[in-house]
């Protein structure tokens, strides 16, 4: 069976992006989701398809998470983005960019996965 959902995760740390992907995976198992390590390749991910969710972290080396956020909002602006990263200053900047949601490191599993899954439920 075929999820109805696709998601974008983008974080340059292998380790935090195999979570992420671990996560959306549980929220819906047959959930589509394409990885980017870094905000390059989260801009051609964004390019090529229409995504339900795009979750990114703020620092990659090259073109920053607040990058992908402005162009994930700039196509689609109803879409949520999700933000993760470990310096919860940056919170301001990415909402007012677009990002539907901050979430700061390190973060409850349960927490990241109910705000997925509303979010999912919501489009």
Known sequence: MTSQYSILVA?????????????????DPNILVVEASNGTEALSALQGR????????????GISGLDVVMAAHAQAPARPVI??????????????????VFIAKPFAV?????????????S
């Open 11 to 27: 974080d340059d740390d292998p380790s935090m992006r195999r979570l992420l992907v671990r996560i959306a995976q549980f929220v």
């Open 50 to 61: 229409s995504f339900t969710v795009v979750i990114t972290d703020y620092h990659m080396p």
């Open 83 to 100: 933000v993760v990263s470990a310096e919860e200053e940056v919170e301001p900047a990415v909402l007012a960019a677009g990002a539907s």
């Open 110 to 122: 349960e927490r990241f996965a109910a705000i997925l899954r509303g979010f999912l439920t919501a």
